[in-house]
């Protein structure tokens, strides 16, 4: 019998047995459709995640005073490193301020690439009729441009010929001055007058030279930093970096365990490493609940065979009198199975698109982070030809049985069955 005939005779089965094809196809189709969408969310959701954990900077280092360092979000990192990331809480009892000292013994490190030290409090701003308590930071104009992770919206970065100068984080205007606040306009901190020569696109401190910063901030040493970003070359021997810069600031502030360290330094890359495994391991554990839904598909296929070959039995003893092989018959039903795993295919990838887009529309509408993770969607078209295969061979599979005890039917006892 040619692949032609067993086509058609599998698709005559299939379109005479509409209601029980149908339940068994939803099966396959609510299967299907939760595996593309929970992959195709999970896959736009990680590289969401990849995008803003690349924005925080993966090759800036933070070195902060202390046994381990706690800042939140805010200022503290404004100079380039990770702003929003949280470590352990802070021993500041055995801390020891951070010097010229160390960046020059930082500076000469195989890795480094770029190192300045920072300074920030809080300090009053005004301009025209409002004024906010906003977070400070002072930076060294000559090499901040080359270490910070933000990005210049309007102006320029500071250079080494301002003094009186400031750059402005883009949140400051659209939260704090929603009036605006134009470039090269005056604005007031702490009673000195500062010129605005740049805008961020995005952040919520006010940059400034270290120096001056020094000058209108309270509690800020004349040589002492806040935090030390670290700028390094090969993101992939971070953590080795990290070892390096640990062994020689211990050595040069003559600790000799690691128990009496004073200062913690933040990896954002061995964090990224981190939350990109959870989302891995999340994935792969909500594919594995979709995946049971295949299951329970794939036993409906399986019912809907026996059942379909009990029903054909006399038909199957007609069609080998005639002259059909057993692997004929092998091939009907098998095809059969094929097909139902084709058409939920279908169905299920539609839906799973549909479902996909939803999630992401929903989280666009949110302002958390969690909600901008699960506003994209990755639909590739890998994903959409593996799970229809997929669906195929998991109805050809469910079939295998019923279509091989079909084609072992004897003629005369399947002439003889009522």
């Not at 984080?169 to 000195?192: A, Q």
């Not at 400034?208 to 021997?237: N, Q, T, Y």
């Not at 594919?287 to 054909?312: D, H, P, Q, R, Y």
């Not at 994903?383 to 279509?403: E, K, N």
Request: with cysteine.
């Amino acid at each position: 019998m040619k692949i032609k005939t067993c086509f058609q005779l599998a698709l005559n089965i299939l379109l005479h047995s509409k209601l029980r094809s149908w339940l068994t196809i939803l099966g396959i189709v609510i299967g299907i459709a939760a595996v593309v969408s929970i992959v195709s969310i999970s896959q736009g959701a990680q590289e969401t995640l990849e995008s803003q954990l690349g924005n925080l900077g993966a090759d800036i280092l933070t070195i902060t005073a202390g046994s381990s360092s706690a800042r939140g979000a805010g200022g503290g990192f404004a100079g380039g490193g990770p702003p929003g990331m949280s470590i352990d809480s802070s021993d500041s009892s055995n801390s020891k301020n951070l010097t010229q000292k160390d960046i020059i013994v930082i500076q000469n490190l195989e890795n480094v690439n770029v190192v300045m030290g920072t300074v920030s409090g809080r300090a009053e701003m005004s301009y025209s009729s409002k004024s906010s308590s906003l977070s400070v930071t002072g930076v060294d104009p000559q090499v901040w441009k080359d270490i910070t992770t933000e990005e210049i919206d309007s102006g320029r970065f500071l250079t080494t010929a301002d003094t009186y100068s400031v750059v402005l984080g883009g949140n400051i205007i659209t939260n704090t001055f929603k009036d605006g606040i134009p470039l090269n306009s005056k604005v007031t901190i702490e009673g000195k007058t500062f010129k605005v020569v740049g805008i961020l696109e995005s952040g919520s401190s006010v940059y400034m030279p270290i120096e001056i910063a020094r000058d209108i901030l309270d509690d800020v040493g004349e040589e002492e930093f806040d935090s030390i970003l670290v700028k390094i070359d090969d993101v992939e021997i971070s953590n080795e970096t990290v070892s390096l810069i640990t062994k020689k600031l211990m050595a040069s502030r003559g600790i000799l365990s690691e128990t009496k360290k004073d200062f913690s330094i933040s990896n954002p890359s061995e964090m990224q490493e981190t939350m990109q495994d959870t989302m891995s391991s999340m994935t792969l554990f909500l594919t594995a609940i979709a995946a049971i839904s295949l299951l329970v598909g794939a036993v409906g296929i399986a019912n809907s065979m026996f059942t379909s070959v009990l029903e054909k039995t006399r038909d199957i003893g007609i069609l080998k009198a005639i002259g059909a092989k057993n692997r004929d018959i092998l091939f009907v039903f098998l095809i059969n199975s094929g097909l139902i795993g084709l058409v939920g295919g279908f169905g299920g990838i539609i839906f799973g698109i549909f479902g996909s887009g939803l999630v992401s529309m929903l989280g666009s509408s949110g302002d958390g982070m969690t909600s901008r993770m699960f506003s994209s969607t990755s639909i590739s078209i890998s994903l959409l030809i593996f799970t229809l295969i997929f669906s195929v061979l998991v109805g050809m599979i469910a079939g295998a049985i019923p279509a091989y005890r079909a084609s072992k039917l004897k003629p005369v006892d399947a002439l003889r069955y009522q």
